[in-house]
């Protein structure tokens, strides 16, 4: 209790214990000659040094319920805190027990985030997963689905190499149409040529669409055979732009991110 507090609480103890130093015994007889004493209490009214440190001291113990408040909801947050540290020690050290050499688990602001590099799930310049891929998501997925107070984000990354736009190779040449019977002196009639297409055979024109193709390959395979809860999944595309390391082949990768479960209202 603050000092000022203290010494108002004992002075009004003092005050309200102790008569005052002269006043004259309710029924004494007054003594010849004397001066009329003072007024009783009950006429002067209520003294004001009385009613200064009665308010201080319920400003003290306002003061005092408030503080107590405050460390309560602090101790609880404290607690609150903790138990989440532990939850996301604990999922770390489990993914990271499933994900093993393929890729890395790490732990930050509360979201628990889950790194595959991309030879593991994808051929070069595509967006089908490989065997080992189904593999390694399969585990991925079977740990992801025991979590359900989890938002997954699957996020798809690429290096800075732009894509490269194969040719399609020359196409056979086109059969000759024989003329047809009853006809003399005409010419054989030419093919129908095709129509000009682009020289594109991949769908993906940038880093843009490979790394948006490959984070929806992932939720996919989520919802579609490690059967997680689809309201929980969102495919995010980052392209070449999130770069993580000056090493290509480590910017290139897939990272399933794991954030707080946000309670969505219907509008």
Same mark, same amino acid.
Request: overall charge neutral; charged content about 30%.
């Given at each position: 209790?603050p000092n000022?507090?203290?010494r108002a #609480?004992?002075? #009004?103890?003092a005050?309200m214990?102790?008569p005052?130093c002269?006043?004259?015994?309710?029924g004494a007889p007054q003594?010849a000659g @004397?001066?009329?004493?003072?007024?009783?209490?009950?006429?002067?009214g209520p003294?004001?040094?009385v009613q200064?440190?009665?308010? !201080?001291?319920a400003?003290?113990?306002r003061?005092?319920?408030e503080?107590?408040a405050?460390?309560e909801t602090?101790r609880?947050s404290e607690s609150?805190?903790?138990?989440k540290?532990?939850?996301?020690?604990? +999922?770390?050290?489990?993914?990271?027990e499933?994900v093993?050499k393929?890729?890395?688990?790490?732990? !930050?602001d509360?979201?628990v985030r889950? !790194?595959?590099?991309?030879?593991?799930?994808?051929?070069?310049?595509?967006a089908? +997963?490989t065997?080992?891929?189904r593999?390694?998501?399969?585990? #991925?997925?079977?740990?992801l689905?025991?979590i359900?107070?989890?938002?997954?984000w699957?996020?798809?990354h690429?290096?800075?190499?732009p894509?490269v736009?194969r040719k399609p190779?020359? =196409?056979p040449?086109?059969?000759?149409v024989?003329e047809?019977?009853?006809?003399k002196?005409?010419?054989?009639?030419k093919?129908e040529? =095709? =129509?000009?297409?682009?020289?594109a055979v991949?769908?993906?024109?940038?880093?843009?669409?490979?790394?948006?193709?490959r984070?929806?390959t992932?939720?996919?395979?989520?919802?579609?055979?490690?059967?997680?809860?689809?309201? $929980?999944?969102a495919?995010?595309?980052?392209?070449q732009y $999130?770069p993580?390391?000056? @090493?290509?082949?480590?910017?290139?990768?897939? !990272?399933i991110? +794991?954030?707080?479960r946000?309670k969505?209202a219907?509008k």
């Amino acid at each position: 209790m603050p000092n000022k507090h203290l010494r108002a #609480v004992i002075a #009004v103890a003092a005050f309200m214990a102790v008569p005052a130093c002269g006043a004259q015994q309710p029924g004494a007889p007054q003594a010849a000659g @004397s001066a009329p004493g003072p007024a009783p209490a009950t006429e002067r009214g209520p003294d004001p040094r009385v009613q200064e440190l009665e308010q !201080e001291l319920a400003d003290t113990k306002r003061a005092l319920d408030e503080q107590k408040a405050e460390s309560e909801t602090l101790r609880k947050s404290e607690s609150e805190l903790k138990v989440k540290a532990d939850e996301a020690a604990a +999922l770390q050290t489990k993914l990271a027990e499933v994900v093993g050499k393929f890729g890395e688990v790490t732990t !930050e602001d509360g979201a628990v985030r889950v !790194e595959l590099v991309d030879k593991i799930l994808f051929p070069v310049g595509e967006a089908d +997963l490989t065997d080992n891929g189904r593999k390694v998501l399969a585990e #991925v997925g079977a740990a992801l689905k025991d979590i359900d107070d989890k938002q997954i984000w699957v996020q798809g990354h690429t290096d800075d190499s732009p894509i490269v736009v194969r040719k399609p190779k020359d =196409p056979p040449p086109a059969p000759k149409v024989e003329e047809p019977k009853g006809k003399k002196g005409g010419k054989a009639g030419k093919a129908e040529e =095709p =129509p000009a297409g682009s020289d594109a055979v991949l769908p993906f024109i940038t880093n843009w669409e490979l790394s948006a193709a490959r984070a929806l390959t992932v939720v996919h395979y989520l919802q579609d055979e490690a059967k997680v809860d689809p309201s $929980r999944l969102a495919a995010v595309a980052f392209g070449q732009y $999130r770069p993580n390391s000056k @090493s290509k082949a480590k910017n290139r990768r897939i !990272e399933i991110v +794991l954030y707080p479960r946000a309670k969505l209202a219907p509008k």
